[in-house]
């Protein structure tokens, strides 16, 4: 602090203070963000009617393509406001990986690694919450809005690091709510007590605070239960000009909630929108996906801007795969590990860049081309960018050392 | 509206509603009228009583003994019979007893009745159901698998029909490594087609894969781990043996009439090597037991479940005892070394059980009444007053019951079999059936199912507890319904209120409340306050339902 001021009071006398200045100013603005949203595509959207179109080609069909607010950048004519902030966007258009299973692929996505039948990795936010703890916080701070399938996962860290999952934002989270007036859960958590007594009488002292943590997660939900910070969740006392730019969708809902909460303290927000899985009429699903994404994710960036949380937030939009270039039979596309795009924006995310392109006739990338991203990389970037050591390796309850991730910093991403 | 047009005659709906009311007054009748009726399992004493049977046991105890006194650790005392049953019943079935079979057994003589209730067990398909789902998850994952040609609840119901009929478990296991045919009237081949990756250019079933599981779940080896490459830590296998096991499943590929053995030898391109090359079909131990002579894969299950290859011996011992006790006799329960060594001698128990195994044809039932008998299994999982409580030194050494924490199912089942008096089983209605699978499958959802990581203990979660403290599954059960809930019915039917708490305590906790648990739920029954009886009782029920007992495997 001292030397700061003090090169602060010389900055008018050298050039090299002002420089000096300047890399302090640099430094500040690299402070690792701490929190992430995870805007999960649940099916795989084609990269084609999303962010990678390559209208007038044939492997666009009649996809049109508009300009986004960075030169030369264009998207799928159905997102339209997600083009006026991608000046905010790192958009990544050659992700490859090996998984063309949903279960497999979204695994994959999730946690950085190919499934493996030994162990379970941990999510994103998992990996977060474990390296960035927290004790301040009376709500989960790892969270799944609208759960898909497959929602994040604690893995080997342990369940107590899964996304707590809520099923509605209107109001308070599921489950935490007493069926009973106060009055008469005090007489139950009483009753509660007498046999927790019987069963502790001759067994281990510390069988509660080491091994079940029964009674001890008890209290915590009971902490929850009555904290402020519930409000949270609660998306219906935003004003209804914030709601509405969200759209009057269950995801829009959501990821207004996703912001509320981050900026509550919570680690990583997962919200899923579900039915990007076109193997029938691609075009005319991503119409009314992208209607529904299109306000939704716009306006969690200009938020998260507004509300100065952009720059401690990494906001990832994804899916499990991207989709054929051919569109088959049935007016569908198919699944395609092999060149497909994730946008990424906050953090130290570069911000109006594209790296990485797919070809125009719809030939796959190779996880060896020069541009591919593999999934791995994107989190070890992520982690990286968090300021977490993505080299740590933890010890796994089979007793294997695990990195954080086994990918590379693609540098190119990061400003 | 549409809806008027198709809507009866007011007459006629409240005719419909009569029905249904009467309908349900007459399950309710008929429900209290044959809740001393539950039928009698065909129990034979031969089953256990044989002089052989006796002498496992013994041996195996005289084991155990041993290893205490080494350990310088003073065993529990046996626990009571209400406390082994609801283990039995949860690792057998995955709930708990329900009050009128707990009546049943306490109606047989004292010391029949652990294994009384093992032939009334077997009888249950609930038994062959849950075991089958249990194996299910060593032998194909829990994932939905490859679409159209994976069908996984096929798979386990077929598992079932075989421990059902108790078919030796050498012949099932032959039967998932040899399968052929279409996974729809074949189940056993769903074995073989999980492992196809339909994202892959190669077709067919994923040699590497197929090995993995045969080496795992078979016979307790850990071979996949040389993969890719030798360890060179000091892994005792190579890189070739895996391969060369993986090759026997070379040659099962995916036809027009399901799998068959017409693909091409399996290949395999080495480090250093420039080409893919194929591979042997070599085992990696015991070589001498492989016959020349039959299909690969033939030949590799009758190595894997030779009697000689005591492998499969174990590895289906420390399983089933894994069951059994919630943890595994050897840790992971897929990783069993193959010879036991001074610094690392194999826990008790493990080799006269496989011994029994084997000699007996690898019957499973046989072996589930075994390891019930076993004095280690009998023990309690606290000590008795006086004494120093277990320490983790007893739990380690079996000197004491260890406590393991349910699983998803088993909460969700024993949440909805303690609001019921009678077993809810394939004799129930299928309303019945049908309401607890549905609300099962919710329930384990937000419970948080822990995938194939099946015997990895942990402690307990947040949103489980805020799912039991405020979810609608136990609001549901707990609450004033006479037709649906054993709360409301035992507090209308039980004589006095000693017999209300004791009857709550039996069907929620398997066991009768302590005197001072007594007192205390007489008391608050009896008490003028602000709460009527019906939601005391409720209450009751809520308290039992969220303790550590209910969640935890003791």
């Not at chain 1, 402020?228 to 004003?239: C, N, V, Y």
């Given at each position: 602090m001292l030397q700061a001021t003090g090169l602060g009071g010389l900055a008018w006398l050298t050039p090299m203070a002002h420089w000096l200045g300047r890399a302090q100013e640099k430094a500040s603005a690299h402070t690792p963000a701490k929190s992430v949203i995870m805007l999960w595509m649940a099916g795989g959207p084609s990269q084609l009617e999303t962010f990678d179109p390559h209208a007038g080609k044939t492997i666009a069909g009649d996809t049109r393509a508009i300009n986004t607010s960075v030169k030369g950048v264009q998207f799928a004519h159905g997102l339209p406001q997600v083009a006026e902030v991608m000046h905010e966007l790192t958009l990544v258009r050659s992700m490859v990986s090996k998984e063309g299973d949903h279960e497999r692929a979204t695994y994959n996505v999730k946690t950085g690694y190919r499934p493996d039948p030994t162990l379970i990795h941990p999510s994103i936010g998992a990996v977060l919450c474990h390296e960035l703890p927290d004790a301040e916080m009376d709500i989960p701070r790892h969270i799944s809005i609208l759960p898909g399938q497959w929602p994040a996962r604690g893995g080997y860290l342990g369940s107590q690091y899964d996304a707590f999952k809520v099923y509605n934002t209107n109001g308070r989270a599921g489950n935490i709510t007493a069926r009973v007036q106060p009055k008469r859960l005090d007489n139950r958590l009483a009753a509660l007590k007498q046999v927790e007594q019987s069963f502790a009488r001759a067994r281990r002292a510390d069988l509660d605070a080491k091994t079940t943590l029964h009674n001890a997660t008890i209290q915590k939900a009971l902490r929850m239960m009555s904290s402020?910070?519930?409000?949270?969740?609660?998306?219906?006392?935003?004003?209804a000009k914030t709601r509405a730019d969200f759209g009057d969708t269950q995801f829009g809902r959501s990821c207004l909630a996703a912001i509320q909460l981050i900026g509550a303290g919570v680690r990583c927000v997962e919200v899923t929108l579900n039915g990007w899985d076109t193997h029938a009429n691609n075009h005319e699903s991503h119409v009314s996906q992208n209607a529904i994404l299109d306000p939704a994710f716009a306006a969690l960036i200009r938020e998260l801007r507004a509300r100065k949380l952009l720059d401690q937030t990494i906001v990832i939009c994804a899916g499990e795969f991207g989709r054929t270039p051919e569109i088959n039979p049935a007016s569908g596309r198919d699944h395609w590990p092999t060149g497909f795009s994730m946008a990424l924006a906050g953090g130290g995310f570069r911000a109006g860049h594209v790296h990485g392109a797919t070809d125009p006739t719809g030939a796959k990338l190779e996880a060896n081309d020069k541009d591919s991203i593999r999934v791995a990389d994107i989190h070890t970037t992520i982690q990286h960018s968090l300021g977490i050591n993505h080299a740590k390796e933890l010890m796994t309850p089979i007793l294997r050392p695990m990195a954080l991730s086994d990918g590379r910093v693609i540098k190119t991403l990061l400003k | 509206m549409p809806s008027e047009k198709i809507a009866p005659p007011l007459w006629q709906r409240n005719l419909l509603f009569a029905v249904v009311c009467l309908a349900g007054v007459g399950a309710v009748v008929s429900n209290l009228l044959k809740s001393n009726t539950m039928a009698a399992p065909k129990h034979q004493a031969s089953h256990y009583e044989k002089p052989v049977f006796r002498t496992t046991v013994d041996w195996v105890d005289e084991e155990f003994a041993s290893e205490w006194k080494k350990a310088g650790l003073e065993p529990a005392e046996r626990a009571d019979d209400l406390t082994l049953i609801r283990r039995l019943s949860l690792g057998l079935t995955g709930t708990i007893p329900s009050l009128q079979e707990i009546r049943a057994l306490e109606a047989q003589p004292e010391d029949e009745r652990v294994q009384w209730w093992l032939s009334h067990l077997f009888e249950d398909r609930r038994t062959s159901d849950y075991l089958a789902e249990r194996f299910a998850r060593a032998y194909v994952g829990v994932e939905n698998g490859p679409f159209l040609i994976y069908r996984r609840r096929r798979f386990v119901s077929w598992l079932a029909d075989e421990f059902e009929a108790n078919r030796p478990y050498d012949k099932i296991v032959s039967s998932l490594i040899t399968a052929e045919g279409l996974w729809t009237t074949n189940p056993e081949v769903n074995f073989v087609t999980v492992t196809v990756d339909q994202n892959e250019d190669k077709k067919g079933p994923d040699e590497v894969k197929l090995a993995a599981r045969v080496t795992r779940a078979f016979l307790g080896v850990r071979i996949d781990c040389v993969q890719c490459h030798d360890d060179h830590l000091g892994d005792e296998w190579l890189q070739k043996d895996f391969h060369q096991l993986a090759s026997f499943f070379g040659k099962a590929d995916m036809a027009i009439s399901g799998i068959r053995e017409t693909g091409k030898p399996y290949e395999f391109k080495y480090r250093r090597q420039r080409v893919p090359l194929e591979v042997p079909t070599i085992v990696p131990f015991q070589p001498e037991l492989l016959p020349e002579r039959g299909r690969p894969r033939q030949r590799l299950a009758r190595w894997v479940t030779h009697s000689e290859n005591r492998a499969f011996a174990r590895a289906t011992v420390n399983r089933v005892w894994a069951l059994m006790f919630g943890r595994p006799l050897v840790e992971p329960v897929d990783e069993i070394p193959l010879e036991e060594t001074p610094e690392n001698p194999y826990p008790p128990g493990l080799e006269i059980l496989a011994d029994d195994f084997i000699i007996h044809k690898f019957n499973l039932q046989r072996l589930i009444r075994v390891i019930a008998a076993t004095s280690a299994f009998g023990l309690d999982s606290k000590m008795p007053a006086g004494r120093t409580p277990p320490t983790l030194e007893h739990d380690q050494h079996w000197a004491a019951f260890p406590l393991s924490r349910l699983r998803p199912e088993q909460v969700a089942g024993s949440i909805i079999q303690s609001a019921s008096l009678t077993a809810i089983n394939a004799d129930s209605h299928i309303l019945f059936q049908l309401n607890r699978s549905i609300q099962q499958g919710e329930f384990i959802k937000r419970y948080g199912d822990i995938g194939e990581d099946e015997f990895y203990i942990q402690g307990g979660t947040i949103p489980q507890r805020l799912l039991m403290m405020n979810g609608s599954l136990v609001h549901e059960r707990i609450k004033d319904d006479l037709v649906a809930n054993a709360a409301s019915r035992i507090l209308a039917t039980a004589p006095n209120d000693t017999k209300v708490v004791e009857a709550t305590y039996l069907a929620v906790l398997s066991r009768r409340p302590s005197a001072e648990e007594g007192d205390y739920f007489l008391h608050s029954l009896s008490q003028k306050g602000f709460l009527d009886r019906k939601a005391k009782q409720a209450d009751l029920y809520w308290a039992l339902i969220n303790s550590t007992e209910f969640s935890w495997n003791h």
């Open positions: 402020e910070q519930l409000s949270a969740f609660d998306i219906t006392q935003a004003p | -």
